[in-house]
Structures are given as structure tokens and as C-alpha cells.
């Protein structure tokens, strides 16, 4: 790749970026084809170079701010799995991978066969539960539901968990982003995250600065 085109397509990552970090569009590939009719380019950039220019945006918007909520989230996604540890919860997403900005939320994945254990569990321990939804996802073809649990907590943070059917516990999922596999942290390993370097970043190697 040239040098020139190296630069247009950095030029439409960073617009598809800002225009996922100002929220006036929520998915990848709307947000790189929206950006490439922005500037009047054919060129659509990966979405690991997208993800590369929301992060640095983030650092510029946010500075010190960002990594103090990366904690606070972090924190709170351990007391809520705490609570949901009957159900294999983990931690995914940007909270997970240590790339959180401001209009991240936590996300959380559990294992039931029944969400009506997983919605009483919060409820004991007085979280509201602001909607509760299902999404349809995609996996191998096959198109399947999923239902999804929403909590707004009192920092302000908003929590997203999915609950999963028990069969999926061992299934392995890449990421469309860095390639790797979604692995996330149960309940043990994000304690010691906590405890070890609590700003700790779950990125493969030679992907994002930092």
C-alpha cells in the first residue's frame, strides 16, 4: 500500500470514528461506509483501524478521565457478577478489553438456561432493571435470539448482559475487530486484574498503541 492511499484510508477511519464516538452512527461498517460518502472516497479502512482512531480520539476527548471510569467500570462489573456467579459470568467487550471510552457500557455475558433466575438475582440486590430485550445474532449461519438485560447504575454506567443457554458456555467466538478470540474474564481473573494492573489492556499484539 502507498503512502497516499495509507492516508485516505486513515482519513476515513478517523471520520468513521468520530462518527461512532459522537454516537450518530453505532456500527462499524455503516459508520466506514458513511465516512467514505463524507470525504467522497471509495476506500473503506478495516475495522481494527477504525477501532485504532476511536481509541486515540478518546484519549484526546477524555484524557485522565477515561482510565479513572475504566476502574469504576471494572469495579462495578465485579459486583454484578458476583451476583450473577451461579451463571458462569464474564466480562466482554470494551470494559474487558481496557479500550472503554465514554459512551462504553459494561458488558457482561451469563449462562442459564432461563433468564427469570438471572432477572431475580439482580432484583434481590436492588438493581432496576431498565429494559429487558431480545437480539437477534447470527452464528454460523444461523440465526438465533438472544436475550439481553439492561441496568442503569447510580454512577451514571449502563450495563448490558446477555444471557446465553448453558450449551454456549464452550463455544468459541472471534472478534470482528482484533481477530482473536472472545475470551473475556470470569469472576477470579478480573479480581486479580483489579488487584495487579487494573488498567490492564486485552488486545493481541501489535494491535492499538499502548
Known amino acids: 500500500m502507498n503512502s497516499s492511499t495509507s492516508s485516505l484510508r486513515r482519513k476515513v477511519a478517523r471520520e468513521a470514528a468520530l462518527l461512532l464516538y459522537t454516537l450518530q452512527e453505532k456500527e462499524f461498517k455503516q459508520a466506514k461506509e458513511r465516512a467514505a460518502r463524507n470525504l467522497g472516497l471509495r476506500i473503506l479502512p478495516t475495522n481494527l483501524e477504525v477501532a485504532e482512531e476511536l481509541d486515540l480520539i478518546a484519549d484526546e476527548y477524555e484524557g485522565e478521565s477515561r482510565w479513572k471510569r475504566l476502574i469504576r467500570m ?23 478489553r481496557g479500550t472503554a471510552n465514554k459512551n462504553s457500557d459494561i458488558d457482561i455475558v ?30 454460523d ?23 446465553r443457554s448453558e450449551e454456549d458456555l464452550t463455544k468459541e467466538e472471534r472478534c470482528e475487530i482484533y481477530g482473536d478470540l472472545k475470551k473475556g474474564l470470569n469472576i477470579a481473573q478480573l479480581k486479580n486484574v483489579l488487584k495487579k494492573n487494573p488498567l490492564q489492556r486485552f488486545i493481541p499484539k501489535g494491535k492499538i498503541r499502548k
Open 74 to 96: 471494572r469495579k462495578e462489573a465485579l459486583e454484578i457478577m458476583e451476583i450473577l456467579k451461579d451463571f458462569h459470568p464474564r466480562l466482554i467487550g470494551s470494559v474487558w
Open 110 to 139: 451469563v449462562f442459564s438456561q432461563n433468564s427469570r433466575p438471572v432477572i431475580k438475582a439482580l432484583s434481590t440486590k436492588g438493581f432496576k432493571i431498565a429494559d429487558i430485550e431480545k437480539i437477534s445474532v447470527m452464528e
Open 141 to 163: 449461519g444461523t440465526s438465533s435470539q438472544v436475550l439481553h438485560i439492561f441496568l442503569n447504575l447510580p454512577s451514571g454506567d449502563k450495563v448490558e448482559i446477555a444471557v
